[in-house]
């Protein structure tokens, strides 16, 4: 391990996802087992102490990958010539709430944040944002950056990507393995839209091998796309591990590239591909190499899709019209 660590900033770093996440950062999953990193910390001020705690546990793990840990709760502190930025720091749902809930909540989260990585983090910088409303905390983050470019901003639909592989292996009795060119358009909200038409199950298109649009729009795309609400039922929590994971996954494809011949999904910028307004954030199919990302092109939309995309991106220009009266883009 001869390289300088990977500064990576983690914010709501003593959260539940937090928990989970650190600890995969940190033992080498997101950049392999020869990239050391160091980890830049990011709470409020009454959770630097259980953070202290969570510390304590990442320094006995002894991971060889593990290069420093700083934490603080001054984002110009913290981000400071970070590579890459998680931004998970944000209050979750609670039962009975839509994710769209937390626009006012969360939304004050970003801004500020957005200007201290415009100010400090590396010439590089790669931000996620995973803390809810993902889509539009990103658009918040973004048009508060105005020194970084656009294409540097993203929020997590992976969680949903992976689930509609789980849902779709389990359904056809495939391994997860078995399934490609999935694709979440939209927002990671309710309105989100996964799309079997372009999917595959061992090389044959998915929505031709299961042959059900009645399933399809009854079971399978209410069961990905509520399934947060699923967890939040069952646990008491929101999902954590799981999205920690899809954390991880999203920002090692974006670094480190898609598998040849696949793509995953990913929101990102619109360029006013497949008739999202331009700027929006939202998921698409999106292939990576050497830490960029282009939106698969020349996918055929079908009515079905056509109407499910609409919808959910309706719903982005909506939250994107109620952060701009509260004053948060800037
Ligand atoms: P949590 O409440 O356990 O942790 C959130 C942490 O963020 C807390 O420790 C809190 O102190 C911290 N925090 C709050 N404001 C902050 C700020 N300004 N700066 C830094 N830290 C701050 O919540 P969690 O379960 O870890 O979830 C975090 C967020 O991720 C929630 O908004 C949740 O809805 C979202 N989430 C998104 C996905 C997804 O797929 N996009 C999946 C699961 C959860
Ligand atoms: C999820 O999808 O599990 C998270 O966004 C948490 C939530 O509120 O659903």
Not at 129 to 135: D, M
Not at 145 to 159: G, K
Not at 183 to 204: C, M
């Amino acid at each position: 391990m001869s390289t300088s660590p990977v500064k990576v900033a983690v914010t709501g770093a003593a959260g539940q996802i937090g928990y989970s996440l650190l600890f995969r950062i940190a033992s080498g999953s997101l950049f392999g087992p020869d990239t050391p990193v160091e980890l830049r910390l990011l709470e409020i001020t009454p959770a630097l102490k259980a953070l202290e705690g969570v510390v304590m546990e990442l320094d006995d793990c002894a991971f060889p990958t593990l290069a420093g840990v700083e934490i603080g709760d001054n984002a110009e502190k913290v981000f400071d010539g970070v590579n890459h930025a998680l931004l998970v720091g944000a209050r979750p749902r609670g039962p009975g709430m839509e994710r769209g809930d937390l626009l006012e909540a969360n939304g004050g989260i970003f801004a500020p944040q957005g200007k201290a990585l415009n100010s400090v983090a590396a010439d590089d910088i790669r931000v996620t944002v995973t803390g809810n409303p993902a889509n539009t905390n990103a658009l918040i983050a973004m048009s508060n950056a105005p020194d970084i470019p656009q294409e540097r901003f993203s929020a997590l639909t992976r969680l949903d990507h992976n689930r509609a592989i789980s849902q779709l292996a389990a359904k056809t009795g495939a391994a997860v393995t078995d399934i490609t060119h999935m694709t979440i358009w939209g927002n990671h909200s309710a309105t989100q839209y996964p799309d079997l038409f372009h999917a595959e199950v061992g090389g044959r298109n998915a929505a031709e091998l299961i042959n059900d649009e009645a399933w399809l729009a009854d079971t399978y795309i209410p069961t990905v796309a509520k399934r947060g609400a699923a967890i939040i039922d069952a646990r008491g929590a929101s999902s954590a591990a799981s999205a920690a994971s899809a954390t991880v996954d999203h920002a090692r494809d974006w670094a480190l590239g898609t598998a040849p011949g696949d793509w995953v999904s990913m929101s990102v910028r619109s360029d006013g591909s497949y008739g999202v307004p331009e700027g929006l954030i939202s998921s698409f199919p999106v292939t990576t190499s050497n830490g960029d990302w282009q939106i698969v092109q020349g996918l055929e939309i079908n009515d079905f899709s056509r109407a499910r995309i609409d919808a959910s991106v309706k719903e982005l220009e909506e939250e994107r019209d109620a952060v701009r009266g509260l004053g948060l883009l800037g």
